[in-house]
């Protein structure tokens, strides 16, 4: 049996789990040994992580049993939930519970679990300020997780509850790149006003999970957020200018203009969206980007993240005149 203790990490596959296999695999001296879990262990994605040295543990966050296997044996677990996959907050809930529930089980010594702040402790969902989505949410993937750290407190588990930000990533993989307007000219639609969205590069946050791992005793119990930068939609679109080598100026429409551009999900984002900003000072303040470069020294500024991957945003070639 090895002494080397393990870390169980859910959503191994994607960008917050990802980031934190790969940081703890690089880590001088491997320290700890990792569990990567997926549900699809012959994918590209866990078959890489197997080849820097993860154990691969298939389980679902649907079927509780699978997830005591999971965390059998492990140390620490990472727990992640990903909201966007079913958009049920119930779904989100019940994941988090089986997580929760295994951990405890199977005498888990520290968890980290990422979560988002329950917006209805700042505002009722009574459709005042934002339209009351999904049975009595205001921000579903924020509301369910918020609401699920009582399902890792009331076990009385040995946790950390991280508190991420705005991934820059969304901007390439998820429909959030600038657009070409009807004039060929670019834009990027933030709709905040002049208000700061703190953000971070993905891979970033698994980094900062790492590091709480190391700090072990010391993280527990504490509640952490995280930024890499707190920007305006301004700011942003600047940086883009740059990084393209051509002007992008920053849309600033209404939450409720940018929820009837009625994509899936258009709604929830527009309510996301609504919530930093007229929160933007709390939202901002538990999101220190010092604090995180405290726990991070390589921490990504936004016009680093664009230096490495400005070439992958899906933006349409300028028309040729
Ligand atoms: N994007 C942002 O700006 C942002 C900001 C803050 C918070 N978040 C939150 O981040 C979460 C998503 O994290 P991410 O960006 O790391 O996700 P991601 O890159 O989309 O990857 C999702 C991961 O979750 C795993 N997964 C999903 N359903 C599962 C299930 N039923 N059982 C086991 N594993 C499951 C997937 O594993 P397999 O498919 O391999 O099984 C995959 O590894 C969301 O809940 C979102 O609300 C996002």
Not at 175 to 193: A, E, S
Request: charged residues 20%; glycine residues 10%; aromatic residues 6%.
């Amino acid at each position: 049996m090895s002494l080397v203790p393990l870390i169980t990490v859910f959503g191994a596959t994607g960008a917050q789990g990802g980031g934190l296999a790969r940081a703890l695999l690089q880590l001088a001296g491997r320290p700890f040994r990792v569990r990567a879990v997926t549900r699809r262990p012959g994918c590209a994605a866990a078959q890489a992580l197997a080849a820097q040295g993860a154990e691969l543990c298939a389980a679902d966050l649907d079927e509780p049993c699978t997830l005591e296997r999971a965390m059998q044996g492990a140390y620490g677990a990472f727990c992640v939930t990903n909201s966007w996959e079913h958009r049920s907050p119930e779904r989100e809930l019940r994941q988090a519970e089986h997580l929760a529930e295994a951990a405890r089980r199977c005498g888990v010594r520290h968890v980290i679990w990422s979560t988002l702040e329950d917006t209805r402790r700042f505002v009722e969902p009574d459709g005042r300020l934002m339209p009351v989505l999904r049975g009595g949410c205001n921000v579903p993937h924020h509301d369910a997780k918020g609401q699920a750290d009582q399902a890792f407190i009331g076990r009385g588990l040995p946790l950390t509850r991280l508190l991420t930000s705005f991934h820059f990533d969304k901007l390439i993989h998820f429909g959030m790149q600038p657009r070409r307007g009807v004039d060929g000219r670019l834009g990027f639609v933030l709709p905040m006003g002049e208000a700061p969205l703190p953000a971070i590069a993905a891979g970033d946050i698994g980094a900062c999970a790492a590091a709480l791992f190391r700090q072990g005793e010391a993280a527990i119990g504490r509640r952490v957020g995280i930024a890499g930068e707190h920007l305006t939609g301004a700011q942003i679109a600047g940086a883009l200018s740059k990084a393209l080598g051509e002007p992008v100026r920053h849309v600033a429409m209404d939450p409720a203009d940018y929820a009837r551009l009625g994509f899936e999900g258009a709604d929830e984002l527009a309510n996301m969206f609504r919530f930093k900003q007229v929160f933007n000072d709390d939202y901002c303040a538990l999101r220190d980007v010092a604090a995180t470069r405290a726990l991070h020294p390589a921490l990504m500024r936004f016009e680093n993240f664009l230096a490495r991957h400005a070439a992958q945003l899906p933006i349409a070639p300028r028309a040729v005149a």
